[in-house]
């Protein structure tokens, strides 16, 4: 499969319609049929249902759309930076779970913008598992998790930073008061948890205990909407302090007790040329 053709298709994708599709790529509609046709019988499936109006995506025309971005985008970051000679210019790829320890990265990055103003950064916001895949595959450079992570895997630095568990709860919950939060507080109240794959670890530990007798009735990726669920007190979240921010609203985060406490990683894939890099962005303030 070309690139060229990738982007082809890309475009049709985006546009919806074979013809707007051609004027985009200045392209007659005959051409652009032929080529998305072949592409269909290299690939060996279908990829999209052509309508009265617009085309509709098959399954697998949806799976290329999601991997044909990100193959496109890794071509992108690969060729600026192997174009251009200084060793920290080029492009970025960060990403970054939610954790106010991204805040001292910012500092960071800003400082060696202004050091290096040819420096360009492409950011991607997940939770700890969507960001250990795209590095795996090759689409981020570095990412910003916290703990626990599978370091055996992945080359890191561990930053002079914490991150705080506790509970969200919208002032009128009845917990609300509460300077700190037991385990004992929160059994039989609905929660939603993080669905990251190693948060049950650090949540069976503070609990002493498995978390299954706790009342937890979903799950969430990022934070921000579920705490508008819990703005309406419909749940509460087990999350880390200043993901939100609680002032002028309803909100109020409680901490744990005993103290959970989680350490902050950057973390990239083993053997790649990006430690001489962090060792310049960390040089800046030293």
Same mark, same amino acid.
Request: proline letters at 3%.
């Given at each position: 499969?070309e690139l060229?053709? &990738?982007?082809y ?6 546009e919806? *319609?074979?013809?707007?599709?051609a ?8 051409t ?7 592409? %269909? %019988?290299? &690939? ?6 052509? !309508?009265s ?5 098959? @399954?697998d025309?949806?799976?290329? =759309?999601k991997k044909?971005?990100e193959?496109l985008?890794?071509?992108?970051? *690969?060729?600026?930076n192997?174009l251009? @000679? ?6 970025i790829?960060?990403?970054a779970?939610? *954790? ?5 990265? !910012?500092?960071l990055l800003?400082?060696?913008r202004?050091?290096?103003? @040819? ?5 991607y ?13 090759g ?7 916290i703990d626990?992570?599978? +370091? ?6 561990q ?6 568990w ?12 509460n +300077?700190? $939060? *037991?385990?004992? @507080? $929160? ?5 939603l =948890?993080?669905?990251?794959s190693?948060?049950d ?16 009735v !979903? ?9 508008l669920l =819990?703005?309406?007190?419909? =749940?509460?979240?087990?999350c880390?302090d !200043?993901?939100?921010?609680t ?15 989680v350490?902050?990683?950057?973390i990239?894939? +083993?053997k790649?040329n990006?430690f ?11």
């Amino acid at each position: 499969m070309e690139l060229r053709v &990738l982007n082809y298709f890309l475009t049709v994708a985006r546009e919806k *319609t074979i013809s707007r599709a051609a004027k985009v790529l200045h392209l007659s509609q005959p051409t652009l049929s032929k080529q998305l046709k072949e592409l %269909e %019988e290299t &690939l060996g499936v279908k990829l999209f249902i052509r !309508g009265s109006r617009f085309i509709t995506l098959t @399954d697998d025309g949806i799976y290329l =759309v999601k991997k044909g971005k990100e193959i496109l985008s890794l071509v992108e970051s *690969t060729t600026a930076n192997l174009l251009n @000679d200084n060793s920290i210019s080029g492009q970025i790829a960060i990403g970054a779970g939610e *954790t106010r320890a991204f805040e001292f990265i !910012g500092q960071l990055l800003r400082d060696l913008r202004l050091k290096h103003p @040819d420096i360009h950064f492409q950011l991607y916001s997940g939770n700890s598992d969507d960001v250990l895949e795209k590095i795996d595959y090759g689409l981020l450079d570095f990412g910003l998790v916290i703990d626990p992570v599978e +370091k055996q895997k992945y080359d890191y630095l561990q930053l002079p930073l914490v991150d705080h568990w506790g509970i969200l709860v919208s002032a009128s919950h009845p917990l609300a008061k509460n +300077k700190y $939060i *037991t385990p004992a @507080d $929160i059994q039989g109240t609905p929660l939603l =948890v993080s669905n990251q794959s190693l948060v049950d670890n650090q949540l069976s530990e503070w609990l002493g205990a498995s978390a299954d007798y706790l009342n937890i009735v !979903g799950t969430y990726n990022l934070l921000y909407n579920a705490s508008l669920l =819990v703005k309406e007190n419909m =749940v509460s979240a087990l999350c880390i302090d !200043g993901i939100i921010n609680t002032a002028g609203t309803n909100l109020i985060f409680i901490p744990c007790s005993p103290s959970l406490i989680v350490t902050v990683n950057i973390i990239w894939k +083993k053997k790649s040329n990006l430690f001489k890099c962090l060792q310049s962005i960390f040089a800046i303030n030293s």
